[in-house]
Protein backbone atom coordinates (compact mmCIF):
# COMPACT_ATOMS: atom_id res chain seq x y z
CA UNK A 1 0.00 0.00 0.00
CA UNK A 2 1.43 3.54 -0.87
CA UNK A 3 2.27 6.02 1.70
CA UNK A 4 1.48 9.49 1.27
CA UNK A 5 3.14 12.49 2.33
CA UNK A 6 1.61 16.02 2.00
CA UNK A 7 3.19 19.32 2.35
CA UNK A 8 3.21 22.81 1.47
CA UNK A 9 0.18 24.00 3.75
CA UNK A 10 0.91 27.44 5.54
CA UNK A 11 -1.12 30.74 6.93
CA UNK A 12 -2.18 32.79 3.83
CA UNK A 13 -4.34 35.92 3.19
CA UNK A 14 -7.76 36.11 1.34
CA UNK A 15 -7.03 36.32 -2.32
CA UNK A 16 -3.62 34.78 -2.10
CA UNK A 17 -2.53 31.29 -4.03
CA UNK A 18 -0.71 28.55 -3.00
CA UNK A 19 0.02 24.98 -3.95
CA UNK A 20 -0.31 21.92 -1.23
CA UNK A 21 2.04 18.31 -3.01
CA UNK A 22 1.24 14.77 -2.27
CA UNK A 23 4.31 12.49 -2.96
CA UNK A 24 3.58 8.76 -2.47
CA UNK A 25 6.30 5.72 -1.89
CA UNK A 26 6.19 2.35 -0.76
CA UNK A 27 2.95 1.10 -3.31
CA UNK A 28 2.08 1.67 -7.15
CA UNK A 29 1.17 5.28 -7.10
CA UNK A 30 0.04 5.74 -11.04
CA UNK A 31 -1.92 2.82 -11.21
CA UNK A 32 -5.37 4.54 -8.84
CA UNK A 33 -6.96 7.77 -8.63
CA UNK A 34 -6.43 9.99 -6.40
CA UNK A 35 -7.78 13.10 -4.66
CA UNK A 36 -7.88 15.52 -2.38
CA UNK A 37 -10.05 15.92 0.81
CA UNK A 38 -10.29 18.62 3.55
CA UNK A 39 -11.59 19.21 7.04
CA UNK A 40 -12.50 22.66 8.18
CA UNK A 41 -13.40 22.86 12.17
CA UNK A 42 -15.99 21.79 13.48
CA UNK A 43 -17.15 20.29 10.18
CA UNK A 44 -16.79 16.68 8.32
CA UNK A 45 -14.25 15.36 6.19
CA UNK A 46 -15.16 16.80 2.23
CA UNK A 47 -14.16 15.64 -0.99
CA UNK A 48 -12.48 18.86 -2.58
CA UNK A 49 -11.06 17.30 -6.21
CA UNK A 50 -10.44 14.12 -7.96
CA UNK A 51 -8.11 12.82 -10.72
CA UNK A 52 -8.28 9.68 -12.61
CA UNK A 53 -5.02 7.21 -12.46
CA UNK A 54 -4.29 8.88 -16.08
CA UNK A 55 -4.72 12.75 -15.25
CA UNK A 56 -7.18 12.70 -18.35
CA UNK A 57 -10.23 13.23 -16.10
CA UNK A 58 -10.38 15.40 -12.95
CA UNK A 59 -13.33 16.42 -10.63
CA UNK A 60 -14.02 19.29 -8.29
CA UNK A 61 -16.37 20.28 -5.55
CA UNK A 62 -18.59 23.12 -6.64
CA UNK A 63 -17.25 25.33 -3.58
CA UNK A 64 -13.95 25.10 -5.55
CA UNK A 65 -14.66 24.81 -9.28
CA UNK A 66 -12.75 27.31 -10.95
CA UNK A 67 -10.61 28.38 -8.33
CA UNK A 68 -8.40 24.95 -7.44
CA UNK A 69 -6.83 22.62 -10.07
CA UNK A 70 -5.55 19.06 -9.36
CA UNK A 71 -2.99 17.25 -11.33
CA UNK A 72 -0.78 14.92 -11.07
CA UNK A 73 3.09 13.68 -11.86
CA UNK A 74 3.05 9.97 -12.12
CA UNK A 75 7.05 10.02 -12.76
CA UNK A 76 7.55 12.64 -9.44
CA UNK A 77 4.71 10.03 -7.64
CA UNK A 78 3.32 13.45 -6.55
CA UNK A 79 -0.26 14.82 -7.09
CA UNK A 80 -0.54 18.08 -6.57
CA UNK A 81 -3.81 20.96 -5.65
CA UNK A 82 -2.89 24.23 -7.35
CA UNK A 83 -5.27 26.68 -5.16
CA UNK A 84 -6.15 30.31 -6.15
CA UNK A 85 -8.13 33.14 -4.94
CA UNK A 86 -8.36 31.55 -1.30
CA UNK A 87 -11.08 32.21 0.99
CA UNK A 88 -11.25 31.65 4.99
CA UNK A 89 -14.04 29.27 4.11
CA UNK A 90 -10.79 27.05 2.67
CA UNK A 91 -9.58 27.32 5.88
CA UNK A 92 -9.14 23.37 6.40
CA UNK A 93 -6.32 19.94 6.77
CA UNK A 94 -6.24 19.00 3.38
CA UNK A 95 -5.19 15.23 2.67
CA UNK A 96 -4.61 13.93 -0.02
CA UNK A 97 -5.81 9.84 -1.07
CA UNK A 98 -5.43 7.08 -3.18
CA UNK A 99 -8.22 4.87 -4.28
CA UNK A 100 -8.64 0.94 -5.23
CA UNK A 101 -10.37 2.61 -8.53
CA UNK A 102 -8.89 3.97 -11.81
CA UNK A 103 -11.84 6.52 -12.46
CA UNK A 104 -12.52 9.29 -10.00
CA UNK A 105 -14.29 8.79 -6.88
CA UNK A 106 -16.25 11.16 -4.10
CA UNK A 107 -16.90 8.70 -1.78
CA UNK A 108 -13.91 8.23 0.96
CA UNK A 109 -15.16 5.28 1.50
CA UNK A 110 -13.08 4.30 -1.81
CA UNK A 111 -9.76 5.03 -0.78
CA UNK A 112 -7.75 2.88 1.19
CA UNK A 113 -4.62 5.35 1.67
CA UNK A 114 -4.17 8.60 3.37
CA UNK A 115 -1.87 11.33 3.88
CA UNK A 116 -1.55 12.89 7.63
CA UNK A 117 -2.81 16.00 6.38
CA UNK A 118 -1.08 19.34 5.40
CA UNK A 119 -3.25 22.77 7.26
CA UNK A 120 -3.83 25.71 5.17
CA UNK A 121 -5.21 28.33 6.84
CA UNK A 122 -6.92 31.45 5.07
CA UNK A 123 -7.10 34.90 7.16
CA UNK A 124 -9.35 37.73 5.95
Known amino acids: QVQLVESGGGLMQAGDSLRVSCTGSGGVFHYYSMAWFRRAPGKEREFVAGISWSGGKTDYADSVKGRFTISRDNDKNTLYLQMESLTPEDTAVYYC?????????????????WGQGTEVIVSS
Open 97 to 113: ASSQYYTVQRSPENYDA
